[in-house]
């Protein structure tokens, strides 16, 4: 059965959220979004049934390096909870 979808024209200030694959991450793409690339990558794997166990703490172990250089970026641009709380500018105190 057919449904009734409803479209809509898409302004220029909508940007694409699929994500990019390694490859084009690498070619195209920022540091951050080559990291984010590669840890989806990672991610597969450590999660794939077909992956040796020979390899699954490497895999793994490069997964939280991946995270962790991302969560320093993140710290970096201020965009965690630390880093805009760090960024954020004091206001005089009132003392009663």
């Known amino acids: ?57 490497s895999l793994t172990l490069r997964l939280f390096d991946i995270a962790k250089q991302l969560e320093g970026l993140d710290a970096a641009e201020g965009v965690d909870d630390v880093g805009s709380a760090a960024a954020t500018v004091d206001e005089e105190w009132a003392s009663s």
């Open 1 to 57: 059965m057919p449904t009734n979808r409803t479209l809509r024209a898409v302004t220029e200030d909508v940007s694409s959220t699929r994500a990019l694959s390694v490859t084009e991450a690498a070619d195209h793409g920022s540091y951050r979004e080559l990291l984010i690339a590669v840890r989806t990558r990672v991610a597969k794997a450590v999660q794939s049934e077909n992956t040796q166990s020979r390899d699954l703490a």
